[in-house]
């Protein structure tokens, strides 16, 4: 079984930064893909990031040049910088990993941006 934690979440004034982690419990060259979503309050959940294996990147349309998705396979974690906070980027951030088989959820990190 795979686990996902999330940290570095939190509160924040617009235009600041913060920085997410997903720490998982294997080891994260054998995943597909790591992606971050986010879910805000009423909303679904929608995709922010992705990194395949090799590295190659995805953003949604919002966050492009703001965010930046990376991952550190000795350290099995997944990050996600994010830049120039907007007051609508509040949600909850949850870590995705696409295994072979089977995806896996974090149990997701509260990042509130205010103006």
């Known amino acids: 079984q795979v686990q996902l934690v999330e940290s570095g979440g939190g509160l924040v004034q617009a235009g600041g930064s913060l920085r997410l982690s997903c720490l998982a419990s294997v080891n994260i060259f054998t995943m597909s893909h790591m992606g971050w979503y986010r879910q805000a309050p009423g909303k679904q959940r929608d995709l922010v990031a992705l990194?395949?294996?090799?590295?190659?990147?995805t953003y949604a349309d919002s966050v492009k040049g703001r965010f930046t998705i990376s991952r550190d396979n000795a350290k099995n974690t997944v990050y996600l910088q994010m830049n120039s906070l907007k007051p609508e980027d509040t949600a909850v951030y949850y870590c995705k990993a696409y295994g072979l088989r089977n995806n896996y959820w974090g149990q997701g990190t509260q990042v509130t941006v205010s103006s």
């Open positions: 990194i395949t294996s090799g590295g190659t990147t």
